[in-house]
Protein backbone atom coordinates (compact mmCIF):
# COMPACT_ATOMS: atom_id res chain seq x y z
CA UNK A 1 0.00 0.00 0.00
CA UNK A 2 1.11 3.45 -0.72
CA UNK A 3 1.94 6.29 1.81
CA UNK A 4 -1.01 7.93 0.27
CA UNK A 5 -3.35 5.21 0.83
CA UNK A 6 -2.40 4.88 4.19
CA UNK A 7 -3.04 8.72 4.65
CA UNK A 8 -6.35 8.16 3.10
CA UNK A 9 -7.43 5.73 5.34
CA UNK A 10 -6.47 7.24 8.57
CA UNK A 11 -8.26 10.45 7.92
CA UNK A 12 -11.18 8.18 7.00
CA UNK A 13 -10.88 6.67 10.41
CA UNK A 14 -10.77 10.16 12.08
CA UNK A 15 -13.35 11.28 10.41
CA UNK A 16 -15.92 8.50 11.05
CA UNK A 17 -14.33 9.15 15.28
CA UNK A 18 -15.76 12.56 14.77
CA UNK A 19 -18.86 11.57 13.18
CA UNK A 20 -19.37 9.54 16.52
CA UNK A 21 -18.22 12.29 18.84
CA UNK A 22 -20.53 14.83 17.35
CA UNK A 23 -22.53 16.98 20.45
CA UNK A 24 -26.18 16.33 19.42
CA UNK A 25 -28.45 19.19 20.25
CA UNK A 26 -29.49 18.99 24.04
CA UNK A 27 -32.83 20.65 24.60
CA UNK A 28 -33.68 22.02 28.11
CA UNK A 29 -37.02 20.11 29.85
CA UNK A 30 -38.74 21.44 33.06
CA UNK A 31 -41.82 18.97 34.71
CA UNK A 32 -44.19 19.23 37.31
CA UNK A 33 -43.51 16.36 39.59
CA UNK A 34 -46.37 16.19 41.47
CA UNK A 35 -48.98 18.87 42.82
CA UNK A 36 -50.55 18.65 46.35
CA UNK A 37 -54.23 20.16 46.18
CA UNK A 38 -55.27 22.70 48.64
CA UNK A 39 -57.81 21.09 51.22
CA UNK A 40 -59.40 23.89 53.75
CA UNK A 41 -61.20 21.15 55.37
CA UNK A 42 -64.25 22.59 57.06
CA UNK A 43 -64.96 25.94 56.69
CA UNK A 44 -67.19 27.75 59.72
CA UNK A 45 -69.31 31.01 58.13
CA UNK A 46 -69.89 32.44 61.52
CA UNK A 47 -65.73 31.89 62.57
CA UNK A 48 -64.12 35.78 63.14
CA UNK A 49 -60.80 34.43 61.23
CA UNK A 50 -59.84 33.16 58.09
CA UNK A 51 -59.46 30.28 57.13
CA UNK A 52 -55.41 29.62 55.54
CA UNK A 53 -53.84 26.39 54.14
CA UNK A 54 -51.10 25.40 51.41
CA UNK A 55 -50.25 23.06 49.17
CA UNK A 56 -47.39 22.88 46.80
CA UNK A 57 -46.00 21.81 43.52
CA UNK A 58 -42.88 19.99 43.27
CA UNK A 59 -40.79 20.28 39.50
CA UNK A 60 -37.48 19.39 37.97
CA UNK A 61 -35.38 21.12 35.29
CA UNK A 62 -33.14 19.46 33.13
CA UNK A 63 -30.31 21.68 30.91
CA UNK A 64 -32.39 24.93 31.80
CA UNK A 65 -30.50 27.70 31.74
CA UNK A 66 -32.75 30.48 31.33
CA UNK A 67 -35.56 31.87 33.80
CA UNK A 68 -38.46 29.67 34.36
CA UNK A 69 -42.20 30.61 35.56
CA UNK A 70 -45.45 28.80 36.63
CA UNK A 71 -48.94 30.81 36.15
CA UNK A 72 -51.81 29.73 37.88
CA UNK A 73 -55.55 29.97 36.15
CA UNK A 74 -57.86 32.03 37.87
CA UNK A 75 -60.74 28.76 37.73
CA UNK A 76 -64.56 29.21 37.50
CA UNK A 77 -64.28 33.07 38.33
CA UNK A 78 -62.56 34.01 35.50
CA UNK A 79 -60.63 36.36 37.60
CA UNK A 80 -57.68 36.13 39.80
CA UNK A 81 -59.05 39.13 41.90
CA UNK A 82 -61.80 36.66 43.11
CA UNK A 83 -61.53 33.08 42.55
CA UNK A 84 -64.30 31.36 44.04
CA UNK A 85 -64.97 27.72 44.71
CA UNK A 86 -68.38 26.30 42.92
CA UNK A 87 -70.82 24.26 45.70
CA UNK A 88 -74.43 23.26 46.24
CA UNK A 89 -76.82 25.04 44.12
CA UNK A 90 -74.53 27.06 42.55
CA UNK A 91 -73.53 29.00 45.21
CA UNK A 92 -69.84 30.33 45.41
CA UNK A 93 -67.39 30.75 48.08
CA UNK A 94 -64.74 33.26 47.46
CA UNK A 95 -60.82 32.33 48.09
CA UNK A 96 -57.72 32.90 46.67
CA UNK A 97 -54.10 31.40 46.13
CA UNK A 98 -51.20 33.28 46.72
CA UNK A 99 -46.93 33.33 46.13
CA UNK A 100 -46.74 34.35 49.69
CA UNK A 101 -46.74 33.00 53.18
CA UNK A 102 -48.34 36.77 54.40
CA UNK A 103 -50.60 36.22 51.52
CA UNK A 104 -50.69 39.44 50.20
CA UNK A 105 -49.28 38.65 46.54
CA UNK A 106 -51.97 36.61 44.64
CA UNK A 107 -50.45 33.77 42.23
CA UNK A 108 -51.94 34.78 38.72
CA UNK A 109 -49.81 35.12 35.47
CA UNK A 110 -48.46 38.52 36.36
CA UNK A 111 -50.93 40.85 34.67
CA UNK A 112 -53.36 43.18 36.38
CA UNK A 113 -51.70 43.09 39.79
CA UNK A 114 -51.06 39.60 39.94
CA UNK A 115 -47.58 37.64 40.85
CA UNK A 116 -46.41 34.66 39.41
CA UNK A 117 -43.76 32.22 40.84
CA UNK A 118 -40.63 33.17 39.05
CA UNK A 119 -38.69 34.61 37.36
CA UNK A 120 -35.95 31.97 38.49
CA UNK A 121 -33.34 30.03 36.56
CA UNK A 122 -34.02 26.67 38.44
CA UNK A 123 -31.60 24.02 40.50
CA UNK A 124 -30.37 21.57 37.68
CA UNK A 125 -31.65 18.20 37.70
CA UNK A 126 -33.15 18.42 41.60
CA UNK A 127 -36.74 18.59 42.69
CA UNK A 128 -37.95 22.08 43.82
CA UNK A 129 -40.91 22.30 45.97
CA UNK A 130 -42.89 25.50 46.18
CA UNK A 131 -45.65 26.22 48.24
CA UNK A 132 -48.89 27.46 47.56
CA UNK A 133 -50.79 29.39 49.98
CA UNK A 134 -54.44 29.64 50.05
CA UNK A 135 -56.91 31.64 52.36
CA UNK A 136 -60.68 31.77 52.41
CA UNK A 137 -61.93 34.98 53.65
CA UNK A 138 -64.07 34.92 57.13
CA UNK A 139 -67.64 35.14 57.65
CA UNK A 140 -68.96 34.20 54.05
CA UNK A 141 -72.54 33.23 54.14
CA UNK A 142 -72.94 30.28 52.30
CA UNK A 143 -74.91 27.05 52.51
CA UNK A 144 -73.44 23.59 53.86
CA UNK A 145 -71.84 21.18 51.50
CA UNK A 146 -68.68 20.75 49.28
CA UNK A 147 -67.21 23.56 47.67
CA UNK A 148 -64.28 22.80 44.89
CA UNK A 149 -62.42 24.89 41.85
CA UNK A 150 -60.36 23.54 39.12
CA UNK A 151 -57.17 25.64 37.69
CA UNK A 152 -54.43 25.32 35.38
CA UNK A 153 -50.87 25.35 36.59
CA UNK A 154 -48.63 26.82 33.36
CA UNK A 155 -44.96 26.23 33.16
CA UNK A 156 -42.81 28.24 31.04
CA UNK A 157 -39.53 27.92 30.46
Request: charged letters at 10%.
Amino acid sequence: MSRRGEALGVGALVLAGLCLLAPGQARATCQIRSVVGLNFATYTPIAPLPLDTAGSVTYQCLLQLTPMTIDLSPGHSGTHANRHMRGPSSNTLSYNLYVDAARLLVWGNGTSGTSRYGPVIPILALDVTVPIYGRIPAQQSVPAGAYSDTLVMTMTF
